[in-house]
C-alpha cells in the first residue's frame, strides 16, 4: 500500500485546509479491515495523532486537541481519506502524515499503522 498525502499548505488562524490522502497498491471496501488516519509533528515536538477512522466507517477517533474543528472522512469510489481542518490554530502547524494499516477500530497507536505516506506541511500564520 503506497499512500499519497497532498493539500498542505499556508492559511490564517482561524482558516481551514483539508487533506487528502490517496491510497494504491490496494483497494479498500466498506468491508475492508483496514483503519486509516492522520498522524503531525511540528518542529521539536514528538509525532502526536490527529484522526482515524475504520474503513468500514463504523469507528472514528480524535485527538481532544483537534475535536470539534477537525474531520476524517473516505471515499470508497476514490479510495481516499481526507482531513477537514476548520478554525486552524498557530498550534497546528506541523508535518502531517497519512497513515493506514490493518483492523476494525480506529486508534491512536502508532505501531497500529503499517503504511505511512510522505508528509504535507501545513502552516498556520497567526
Known amino acids: 500500500v503506497q499512500l499519497q498525502a497532498s493539500g498542505g499548505g499556508l492559511v490564517q488562524a482561524g482558516g481551514s485546509l483539508r487533506l487528502s490522502c490517496a491510497a494504491s497498491?490496494?483497494?479498500?471496501?466498506?468491508?475492508?479491515?483496514?483503519?486509516a488516519g492522520w498522524f503531525r509533528q511540528a518542529p521539536g515536538k514528538e509525532r502526536e495523532f490527529v484522526a482515524a477512522t475504520s474503513w468500514r466507517g463504523d469507528s472514528t477517533y480524535y485527538a481532544d486537541s483537534v475535536k470539534g474543528r477537525f474531520t476524517i472522512s473516505k471515499d470508497n469510489t476514490k479510495n481516499t481519506v481526507s482531513l477537514q481542518m476548520n478554525s486552524l490554530k498557530p498550534e497546528d502547524t506541523a508535518v502531517y502524515y497519512c497513515?493506514?494499516?490493518?483492523?476494525?477500530?480506529?486508534?491512536?497507536?502508532?505501531?497500529?499503522?503499517?503504511?505511512w505516506g510522505q508528509g504535507t506541511q501545513v502552516t498556520v500564520s497567526s
Open positions: 497513515v493506514a494499516g490493518r483492523g476494525f477500530i480506529a486508534t491512536s497507536r502508532p505501531n497500529d499503522y503499517r503504511y
Open positions: 497498491g490496494r483497494t479498500f471496501r466498506t468491508s475492508s479491515n483496514y483503519i
